[in-house]
């Protein structure tokens, strides 16, 4: 929710300071995000005259202009490469130390191609007032030199932000915000009454609701005869100000009720609609052309307002192209309506649509300010755009439903742990909108129509609470007694935890079997003693209990394949039984890989396929270690695995020959046809239990993670090379060239044959390039392209595939 300073004053009568109304939102629940004060940021600027504008001697598209800045010094040297620079010219300076927020730089004395500059003459997409950087800014010929720019072009009004939580739609407008911040001794709430519009003929529209519960109240309104155009300034700069672009006045001054008093409203143009209004379910297949240019299809949960024609609106969320009002607009429907809140959230995320009108509908608007609502905006009309207003058509509640709580003075007391005086209590109850009746000790708490949020007693209390000072809540600690807490984790379900992680992370999917498994299955991967035999077993093949998950999971995958899906990445982490003792009993992580089903994914690469290899399983089992803490420098690898590995396709891990922590590699066939699954599978199998404790050291503080908020760029390039050359030098070839913009280098493709010369292939490569301070332009992109191309002709000898 954004508002500008004078525009919180048109609510509230108050000379406190910007930064205290900011920590004071912020204290009583409305969190302020951002503060932008152009006033400030730009303050450093100034008005300047060129005096003159000579041609660069080293460029052609460079002038040496002398500026008089107006602060009677001698005129200060610039080069500017704007085509609009020119003697005469009034615009924008900034002197060396400034900084150009549109640059993200601060500005020095430089020497460009042999001349110095003392400055710049800045665009206004360099002080971030627009987007035209097409030529420095040019003002008025009697603009004041010297004179601060921003005080000059009035941007002396700050721009607040504030992060709402759901239930305060209240202050979804800026006359709730304006509340809130006189309860809390902020100044003096302004709330004029809205006077009634004398009707002066019946509305030829009639309205009909075919389901209550999807709109409990519609009010409509037609007003003749009116003028459409632009909105008035002050209209224009108060959307502006918060990033709404102006479009005509009937349109801005529903943008502006949206904004002031949390209603939206919706405005038709009446020559548009064809007969009656009917709110209605749509149809299945039903179609509509938005105002965003988008054409919706609708089905019967969603909610719309249509004519004789057909679907005009979809309800409480977005207008539609068809009935919209335009300059030619004469007649003007305007309707102020109740929605339901699930239905329009539910509409929302099913249309993809996020608009004003459902950020506040969905959180739920004030019922009894429908109708005023209403009022307001017809003033608004016929004072911005004439016309002769009807009578209203109002059907439903036009009310909310009386709320009176009892409500105990002592509540605040146990709950809150603060004493605050019933004086008090009223003055902030009844300055929020409350009524309060009674001496106490209980009294009665009528609850406003915008507050439907509050149903409870302990919902009074946060109201009193937030608006005295959650800092006034008393520090009370708990007695946790006098030994040190405990580790609530122990290690091994630490280790659980990451191991899990790890390969989700990896992106396998984490499956759960059972710890059962027939007896040749259990005698294949070394259990099937009789101690691990079951009793009372629930199926024949559940005999024994599982010395390893490996079983369970290769039944998993295989039914995955029977059914369709062959490329399936699963694990599991739990227990496997060596032995009937407590210590026989180990947490593994084991997983299998089938089919496409790489850790390289589905995507393109060298070699044409990505199918599972020996090499993915190590790298899982490697990958569920480093994260359980294992001491990765310590591992060994050693050829050849358990039985059940292919004995030339597998490994061991372990840190010496006393401490096999694990295996991996593909199973073996013979394995495979005990389990009755198609191979080839690879698979691991790691035991946390046998990770070492890690010794205790001093911590030593990560680095911070820094993440771009920049999208990465993507380019590929294909270069013709000689055979002998492989392909990881060109790939540290590209790297090479900027270190700290590209982020990834790639081998895609590699190829030989017609087409290629003999003795040469080709090897393409995708380069990952992640801007850090800025979003990249074309030519910075192709500048690291060039680069990349003549390093890799330089090291390789590579050329350019055409």
Same mark, same amino acid.
């Not at 004078?6 to 009568?13: A, F, Q, R």
């Not at 299945?284 to 609708?298: F, I, K, P, Q």
């Not at 809140?341 to 509908?361: H, M, P, V, W």
């Given at each position: 929710?954004?508002?500008?300073? +004078?525009?919180?004053?048109?609510?509230?009568?108050?000379d406190e300071?910007?930064?205290?109304?900011?920590?004071?939102?912020?204290?009583?629940?409305?969190? %302020?995000?951002?503060? &932008?004060?152009?006033?400030?940021?730009l303050?450093?600027?100034?008005?300047?005259?060129?005096? +003159?504008?000579?041609?660069?001697?080293?460029?052609?598209?460079?002038?040496?202009?002398?500026?008089?800045?107006?602060?009677?010094?001698? #005129?200060?040297? !610039?080069?500017?490469?704007?085509?609009?620079?020119?003697?005469?010219?009034?615009?924008?300076?900034?002197?060396?130390?400034?900084?150009?927020?549109?640059?993200?730089?601060?500005?020095?004395?430089?020497?460009?191609?042999?001349?110095?500059?003392?400055?710049?003459?800045?665009?206004?997409?360099?002080?971030?007032?627009?987007?035209?950087?097409?030529?420095?800014?040019? /003002?008025?010929?009697?603009?004041?030199?010297?004179?601060?720019?921003? $005080?000059?072009?009035?941007?002396?009004?700050?721009?607040?932000?504030?992060n709402?939580?759901?239930?305060?739609?209240?202050?979804?407008?800026?006359?709730?915000?304006?509340?809130?911040?006189?309860?809390?001794?902020?100044?003096?709430?302004?709330?004029?009454?809205?006077?009634?519009?004398?009707?002066?003929?019946?509305?030829?529209?009639?309205?009909?609701? &075919?389901?209550?519960?999807?709109?409990?109240?519609?009010?409509?309104?037609?007003?003749?005869?009116?003028?459409?155009?632009?909105?008035?300034?002050?209209?224009?700069?108060?959307?502006?100000?918060?990033?709404?672009?102006?479009?005509?006045?009937?349109?801005?001054?529903t943008?502006?009720?949206?904004?002031?008093?949390?209603?939206?409203?919706?405005?038709?143009?009446?020559?548009?609609?064809?007969?009656?209004?009917?709110?209605?379910?749509?149809?299945?297949?039903?179609?509509?052309?938005?105002?965003?240019?988008?054409?919706?299809?609708?089905?019967?949960?969603?909610?719309?307002?249509?004519?004789?024609?057909?679907? &005009?609106?979809? *309800?409480?969320?977005?207008?539609?192209?068809?009935?919209?009002?335009? &300059?030619?607009?004469?007649?003007?429907?305007?309707?102020?309506a109740?929605?339901?809140?699930?239905?329009?959230?539910?509409?929302?995320?099913?249309?993809?649509?996020?608009?004003?009108?459902?950020?506040?509908?969905?959180?739920?608007?004030?019922?009894?300010?429908?109708?005023?609502?209403?009022?307001?905006?017809?003033?608004?009309?016929?004072?911005?755009?004439?016309?002769?207003?009807?009578?209203?058509?109002? !059907?439903?509640?036009?009310?909310a439903?009386?709320? %009176?709580?009892?409500?105990?003075?002592?509540?605040?007391?146990?709950?809150?742990?603060?004493d605050? #005086?019933?004086?008090?209590?009223?003055?902030?109850?009844?300055?929020?909108?409350?009524?309060?009746?009674?001496?106490?000790?209980?009294v009665?708490?009528?609850?406003?129509?915008?507050?439907?949020?509050?149903?409870?007693?302990?919902?009074?209390?946060?109201?009193?609470?937030?608006?005295v000072?959650?800092?006034?809540?008393?520090?009370?600690?708990?007695?946790?007694?006098?030994?040190?807490?405990?580790?609530?984790l122990?290690?091994?379900?630490?280790?659980?935890?990451?191991?899990?992680?790890?390969?989700? *992370?990896?992106?396998?999917?984490?499956?759960?079997?059972?710890?059962?498994?027939?007896?040749?299955?259990?005698?294949?991967?070394?259990?099937?003693?009789?101690?691990?035999?079951?009793?009372?077993?629930?199926?024949?093949?559940?005999?024994?209990?599982?010395?390893?998950? /490996?079983?369970?999971?290769v039944?998993?995958?295989?039914?995955?394949?029977?059914?369709?899906?062959?490329?399936?990445?699963?694990?599991?982490?739990?227990?496997?039984?060596?032995?009937?003792?407590?210590?026989?009993?180990?947490?593994?992580?084991?997983?299998?890989?089938?089919?496409?089903? +790489?850790?390289?994914g589905?995507?393109?690469?060298?070699?044409?396929?990505?199918?599972?290899?020996?090499l993915?399983?190590?790298?899982?089992?490697?990958?569920?270690?480093?994260?359980?803490?294992?001491?990765?420098?310590?591992?060994?690898?050693?050829?050849?695995?358990?039985?059940?590995?292919?004995?030339?396709?597998?490994?061991?891990?372990?840190?010496?020959? $006393?401490?096999?922590?694990?295996?991996?590699?593909?199973?073996?066939?013979? *394995?495979?046809?005990?389990?009755?699954?198609?191979?080839?599978?690879?698979?691991?199998?790691?035991?946390?239990?046998?990770?070492?404790?890690?010794?205790?050291?001093?911590?030593?503080?990560? #680095?911070?993670?820094?993440?771009?908020?920049?999208?990465?760029?993507?380019?590929?390039?294909?270069?013709?090379?000689?055979?002998s %050359?492989?392909?990881?030098?060109i790939?540290?070839?590209?790297?090479?060239?900027?270190?700290?913009?590209?982020?990834?280098?790639?081998?895609?493709?590699?190829?030989?044959?017609?087409?290629?010369?003999?003795?040469?292939?080709?090897?393409?490569?995708a380069?990952?390039?992640?801007?850090?301070?800025?979003?990249?332009?074309?030519?910075?992109?192709?500048?690291?392209?060039?680069?990349?191309?003549?390093?890799?002709?330089?090291?390789?000898?590579?050329?350019?595939?055409?």
């Open positions: 929710m954004k508002f500008t300073l +004078s525009w919180l004053k048109e609510h509230l009568d108050t300071p910007l930064e205290k109304l900011a920590d004071k939102l912020t204290m009583i629940g409305l969190e %302020v995000e951002n503060i &932008e004060d152009k006033a400030k940021q303050s450093p600027f100034t008005i300047a005259r060129v005096i +003159s504008a000579e041609q660069h001697p080293n460029a052609d598209r460079l002038r040496v202009c002398m500026v008089d800045t107006g602060d009677g010094a001698a #005129p200060v040297q !610039v080069v500017c490469g704007a085509p609009n620079a020119r003697a005469g010219l009034v615009s924008v300076f900034s002197a060396p130390g400034t900084f150009i927020p549109g640059k993200n730089i601060t500005l020095g004395v430089g020497t460009i191609r042999g001349v110095e500059s003392r400055g710049m003459l800045c665009s206004a997409a360099e002080l971030q007032i627009s987007e035209d950087h097409d030529g420095i800014m040019e /003002l008025p010929a009697d603009a004041p030199i010297g004179a601060a720019y921003a $005080q000059w072009a009035g941007l002396g009004d700050p721009v607040l932000e504030i709402l939580t759901p239930n305060r739609q209240d202050c979804a407008g800026v006359h709730g915000i304006a509340r809130d911040l006189s309860a809390a001794d902020m100044g003096k709430f302004k709330d004029p009454t809205i006077k009634p519009i004398k009707g002066e003929f019946p509305c030829p529209v009639t309205v009909t609701v &075919e389901d209550a519960t999807l709109c409990p109240g519609f009010a409509l309104r037609l007003v003749r005869g009116v003028k459409n155009g632009p909105s008035p300034e002050w209209l224009q700069q108060r959307l502006t100000s918060i990033g709404l672009r102006p479009i005509n006045a009937l349109v801005d001054i943008n502006f009720m949206t904004y002031d008093r949390a209603r939206p409203l919706h405005v038709f143009d009446a020559a548009k609609v064809s007969g009656n209004l009917t709110v209605r379910r749509a149809r299945d297949g039903e179609t509509l052309l938005a105002l965003d240019g988008r054409t919706y299809t609708l089905d019967k949960d969603v909610c719309v307002i249509a004519d004789d024609h057909g679907v &005009e609106s979809l *309800a409480g969320i977005m207008g539609g192209e068809a009935s919209g009002c335009s &300059e030619d607009t004469t007649d003007v429907l305007i309707e102020s109740l929605w339901n809140e699930i239905n329009i959230a539910q509409t929302g995320r099913k249309l993809g649509i996020n608009s004003d009108a459902r950020y506040r509908f969905e959180r739920g608007v004030d019922p009894a300010f429908m109708v005023p609502g209403l009022e307001m905006a017809t003033r608004l009309v016929m004072d911005l755009c004439g016309g002769a207003p009807s009578e209203n058509v109002v !059907v439903g509640k036009a009310f439903d009386d709320r %009176v709580i009892d409500f105990p003075l002592s509540e605040v007391r146990r709950l809150a742990g603060i605050v #005086p019933l004086p008090e209590i009223k003055r902030i109850l009844s300055h929020l909108g409350f009524m309060i009746a009674g001496p106490g000790p209980v009665k708490v009528a609850v406003p129509s915008w507050r439907s949020d509050v149903h409870g007693k302990a919902d009074i209390v946060e109201e009193i609470v937030r608006i000072g959650v800092d006034k809540v008393p520090m009370t600690p708990f007695d946790r007694g006098e030994e040190a807490r405990k580790p609530i122990t290690s091994i379900q630490l280790r659980t935890r990451r191991a899990k992680r790890a390969l989700a *992370a990896r992106g396998m999917v984490e499956a759960v079997t059972w710890s059962f498994i027939s007896k040749p299955h259990a005698e294949l991967f070394g259990g099937g003693q009789p101690e691990l035999a079951l009793a009372n077993p629930i199926a024949a093949d559940m005999s024994d209990m599982r010395p390893s998950l /490996l079983p369970g999971l039944a998993a995958v295989q039914a995955n394949a029977n059914r369709g899906f062959p490329d399936v990445a699963l694990f599991e982490v739990g227990q496997i039984f060596r032995g009937d003792r407590p210590e026989d009993q180990l947490i593994a992580a084991s997983g299998v890989r089938h089919g496409f089903a +790489s850790s390289k589905m995507g393109r690469h060298w070699s044409g396929s990505a199918t599972a290899d020996a993915d399983a190590k790298a899982d089992a490697f990958a569920v270690l480093a994260a359980a803490g294992a001491p990765m420098q310590a591992l060994q690898v050693v050829s050849g695995g358990a039985s059940w590995l292919h004995p030339g396709r597998s490994g061991t891990i372990q840190i010496g020959p $006393q401490n096999v922590l694990g295996y991996f590699g593909e199973l073996h066939p013979r *394995a495979l046809d005990v389990l009755r699954a198609d191979g080839p599978m690879i698979g691991f199998e790691v035991i946390l239990d046998r990770i070492p404790a890690a010794k205790q050291r001093p911590t030593r503080a990560r #680095p911070v993670l820094e993440l771009s908020p920049f999208q990465p760029v993507s380019r590929d390039f294909a270069f013709i090379v000689d055979r %050359v492989r392909a990881g030098d790939v540290r070839s590209a790297q090479g060239v900027d270190k700290k913009l590209i982020t990834d280098v790639t081998v895609f493709d590699v190829y030989e044959g017609k087409g290629i010369d003999e003795g040469k292939k080709s090897i393409a490569i380069v990952t390039i992640q801007p850090r301070e800025k979003t990249l332009t074309d030519q910075e992109i192709e500048a690291v392209a060039a680069r990349i191309v003549a390093e890799v002709t330089r090291k390789t000898g590579g050329v350019l595939r055409g």
